[in-house]
């Protein structure tokens, strides 16, 4: 199941930065994509290397707990979340692109 949630992972945030186009001068958008893609990579690795990814595909995690207030570890989420802030890691990924200020591996 881990390897299948990681394979995943890994393939979408590869295929972020193949779909942005290579030829000609580097757009905003583009390069926008690409660290969109390197920042979703780097929160892949955080949550394997805490052994969160399974938590986190099954909308487990509270994120609450590894938020800016519960410490200030490295790789906080950079904001501050109510109790009970389960949310899905398809949102927390599309927050990678979004807001990545908000990710301290995406610095």
Same mark, same amino acid.
């Given at each position: ?6 394979? &995943? /992972?890994?393939?979408?945030? &590869?295929?972020?930065? *193949? %779909? ?5 001068? #580097? ?5 926008? *994509?690409?660290?969109?893609?390197? !920042?979703? $990579?780097?929160?892949?690795?955080? %949550?394997?290397?805490?052994? %969160?990814?399974? #938590?986190?595909?099954? $909308? $487990? ?14 790789? #906080?989420?950079? &904001?501050? /979340?109510?109790?009970?802030? @389960? %949310? ?8 990678? @692109? &979004?807001?990545?200020?908000? @990710?301290?591996? !995406?610095?």
């Amino acid at each position: 199941m881990l390897r299948k949630i990681t394979l &995943t /992972l890994a393939i979408a945030a &590869t295929a972020a930065v *193949a %779909l942005v186009p290579t030829a000609g001068a #580097a757009s905003p958008r583009s390069a926008d *994509a690409i660290a969109g893609a390197r !920042c979703v $990579q780097a929160g892949v690795r955080f %949550l394997l290397e805490n052994d %969160l990814l399974v #938590a986190a595909a099954r $909308q $487990q995690i509270d994120y609450d707990a590894i938020d800016s207030d519960s410490g200030g570890s490295e790789g #906080a989420i950079n &904001t501050n /979340l109510p109790a009970g802030s @389960f %949310l899905p890691l398809g949102a927390v990924i599309r927050l990678h @692109f &979004t807001n990545p200020e908000l @990710f301290d591996w !995406c610095s």
